[in-house]
């Protein structure tokens, strides 16, 4: 299952990786509840975190490992929970001084939750779609 969106946001390049790499600013735009780091030092590929989170009515406790650290362009995650998610995020500046954010998601939710695709689907496609404009709201009205 892969779903991708793309929003632009009047914030400069810079200033959106540091917002979507800042964990402490994640339950801002997505349905966590706690999380914290379990590796030590800065941000960089090879970063872990816990996380409780929820998400379609369920709670769990999620682990996510940073695949990809690239200022100020790419932020790639890997998330164990349920099941495993990959989430991508690409910056890329707008001539107007923006930011051109795509995410994806990538996810193999396991026969069980594939056999029910048609109805999970519209699901996650809508709580992503909120999630993005929670994100766009929050870049653009901080300080």
């Given at each position: 299952m892969r779903v991708e969106r793309s929003i632009v946001v009047e914030r400069p390049i810079e200033s959106v990786f540091a917002f979507i790499t800042d964990m402490h600013k994640v339950k801002l735009w997505l349905p966590v509840d706690n999380i914290r780091q379990t590796?030590?030092?800065?941000?960089?590929v090879g970063s872990t975190f816990v996380q409780e989170v929820h998400s379609l009515g369920q709670r769990f406790h999620a682990t996510s490992t940073v695949t990809r650290y690239e200022p100020p362009r790419v932020f790639a995650l890997k998330i164990q929970g349920p099941f495993?998610?990959?989430n991508i995020m690409y910056c890329e500046p707008t001539?107007?001084?923006?930011?051109?954010?795509?995410?994806?998601?990538?996810?193999?939710?396991?026969?069980?939750?594939?056999?029910?695709?048609?109805?999970?689907?519209?699901?996650?496609?809508?709580?992503?779609?909120?999630?993005?404009?929670?994100?766009?709201?929050?870049?653009?009205?901080?300080?």
């Open positions: 590796s030590s030092g800065p941000m960089r495993v998610l990959t001539k107007t001084g923006g930011t051109r954010l795509r995410m994806i998601g990538e996810a193999d939710p396991g026969p069980a939750i594939r056999l029910m695709g048609p109805f999970v689907v519209p699901l996650i496609t809508r709580q992503l779609d909120t999630q993005i404009s929670l994100l766009k709201r929050a870049l653009e009205t901080q300080t």
